[in-house]
């Protein structure tokens, strides 16, 4: 019976460790509860959840046949928080594109506020039948690292949606899950948790877009800094979507490489 002692002092260690281990994380999640709460308060819902309709041809007057825009996503995508429909995202894209090519881009939106990437299916199921656009961005991810998406799932959907653009001739650009360490309404220490989240969200996009043959911008490699820096310029009024500045230095960063996408050779 002496010798079962040390295995049974063994096991009640152990057992202590793991209660111990059980009721820090069952705490841990319990503060971050809390404090997405809290961010969820602050943020609101000011802007509402609809983004202004940008879908026109823009810059009409130059000569040429307009090149086909698309854009899918989430609320980033659509432009929520830009208070003229020009300063949308995708408007920004779609000038940016225009003024170097010299030809008027025609701009379709079927980006979702609140989308998650197994929503992108749906999106291109709404388009019109026999849509084909020259070139498609994709903005997605936020919403998925919210959600505590599986990162596989992520990649399937997205990889889903660029093969089957691709299919139909369409160049494919993805920018990658922002940097939701930028968000300052999201207290500490959850929002330092959501930037590793969002940087491992946007390394597995990066992955599964480049295996799949489409171009990839990182958004928090190319603005995130700014958005660190600058949050009262770059965001707006719920602190949490880009404002018309937020929405610029985006499309900036998008822009050179939906220009290298359209002249690329297809195939």
């Given at each position: 019976?002496?010798?079962?002692?040390?295995?049974?002092?063994?096991?009640l260690?152990?057992?202590?460790?793991?209660?111990?281990?059980?009721?820090?994380?069952?705490?841990?999640?319990?503060?971050?509860?809390?404090?997405?709460?809290?961010?969820?308060?602050?943020?609101?819902?000011?802007?509402?959840?609809?983004?202004?309709?940008?879908?026109?041809?823009?810059?009409?007057?130059?000569?040429?046949?307009?090149?086909?825009?698309?854009?899918?996503?989430?609320s980033l995508?659509?432009?929520?928080?830009?208070?003229?429909?020009?300063?949308?995202?995708?408007?920004?894209?779609?000038?940016?594109?225009?003024?170097?090519?010299?030809?008027?881009?025609?701009?379709?939106?079927?980006?979702?506020?609140?989308?998650?990437?197994?929503?992108?299916?749906?999106?291109?199921?709404?388009?019109?039948?026999?849509?084909?656009a020259?070139v498609?961005?994709?903005?997605?991810?936020?919403?998925?690292?919210?959600?505590?998406?599986?990162t596989?799932?992520?990649?399937?959907?997205?990889?889903?949606?660029i093969?089957?653009?691709?299919?139909?001739?369409?160049?494919?650009?993805?920018?990658?899950?922002?940097?939701?360490?930028?968000?300052?309404?999201?207290?500490?220490?959850?929002?330092?948790?959501?930037?590793?989240?969002?940087?491992r969200?946007?390394?597995?996009?990066?992955?599964?877009?480049?295996?799949?043959?489409?171009?990839?911008?990182s958004?928090?490699?190319?603005?995130?800094?700014?958005?660190?820096?600058?949050?009262?310029?770059?965001?707006?009024?719920?602190?949490?979507?880009?404002?018309?500045?937020?929405?610029?230095?985006?499309?900036?960063?998008?822009?050179?490489?939906?220009?290298?996408?359209?002249?690329?050779?297809?195939?």
């Amino acid at each position: 019976m002496q010798l079962l002692q040390p295995w049974r002092r063994a096991a009640l260690r152990v057992g202590a460790v793991v209660a111990f281990v059980v009721a820090m994380v069952a705490g841990v999640r319990l503060l971050f509860m809390r404090q997405a709460a809290i961010a969820r308060a602050r943020i609101g819902k000011p802007l509402g959840e609809e983004a202004l309709r940008a879908d026109r041809v823009w810059r009409r007057s130059l000569e040429g046949s307009p090149v086909k825009l698309l854009v899918l996503g989430d609320s980033l995508a659509a432009g929520l928080g830009a208070a003229e429909r020009k300063h949308t995202l995708g408007a920004r894209i779609a000038k940016g594109v225009a003024r170097k090519l010299r030809r008027p881009v025609r701009l379709r939106t079927a980006a979702v506020v609140g989308a998650e990437s197994h929503q992108l299916s749906g999106q291109l199921d709404s388009l019109p039948p026999g849509f084909r656009a020259d070139v498609a961005v994709i903005v997605v991810g936020g919403n998925d690292v919210t959600h505590v998406n599986s990162t596989e799932s992520v990649a399937r959907h997205l990889r889903a949606a660029i093969e089957r653009l691709q299919a139909q001739g369409t160049a494919v650009v993805v920018g990658t899950c922002p940097d939701l360490g930028a968000l300052r309404s999201v207290p500490q220490p959850l929002r330092t948790y959501l930037s590793r989240m969002s940087r491992r969200m946007a390394a597995v996009q990066a992955r599964a877009a480049t295996r799949a043959g489409a171009s990839v911008v990182s958004l928090r490699k190319t603005v995130g800094p700014v958005f660190r820096a600058d949050p009262a310029e770059m965001f707006s009024i719920d602190n949490f979507h880009p404002s018309a500045a937020g929405y610029r230095r985006t499309a900036e960063a998008l822009v050179p490489a939906v220009i290298a996408a359209i002249a690329a050779p297809a195939g």
